[in-house]
């Protein structure tokens, strides 16, 4: 059995989709934080079958709860300190995701206008579809252009 200690003060995302975790990693930017990261895949879960795990030492403030909602708001995170779960914060879809992904529409305004916010509005919440503010393109995880 693995075996991976506790962390003091900082975040454990669980339910992650097997196999998404190190998508996650990079989209949250983790890898430009001087802090203890640990990637757990693969690992059993009755709810899931397999789920992967992150968890990260550090302030909570650093994580960006719109863009891991963004990616899957099935996620659950669970905020530590000094050793134990505090609070567990359940993820909704943000309204609005800016700067997060690009449009790919190649007519949309922020391809000509460099200097624009990139924006997504949820048009679909049942759906789970974004759409450019500016052009109505639709974009989702699968077919983004990350920033």
């Known amino acids: 059995m693995l075996n991976v200690g506790k962390i003091e003060e900082g975040f454990v995302l669980d339910h992650i989709e097997a196999g998404k975790s190190l998508s996650i990693y990079h989209h949250l930017q983790l890898d430009k934080l001087d802090c203890t990261v640990a990637i757990i895949k693969n690992a059993r879960s009755n709810k899931m079958g397999k789920k992967d795990i992150l968890k990260v030492e550090c302030d909570i403030n650093t994580l960006d709860l719109d ?20 609070d567990k914060k359940e993820l909704v879809l943000p309204k609005e995701i800016r700067n997060v992904i690009k449009c790919r529409n190649p007519r949309c305004i922020t391809s000509i206008e460099q200097e624009l916010p990139h924006i997504f509005v949820l048009a679909d919440e049942a759906k789970e579809i974004y759409r450019c503010k500016y052009c109505e393109e639709k974009a989702s995880e699968s077919t983004a252009t990350w920033k």
Not at 69 to 85: L, Q, R
């Open 67 to 86: 863009i891991l909602a963004f990616i899957d708001h099935n996620i659950t995170v669970n905020v530590i300190k000094d050793g134990e779960i505090v």
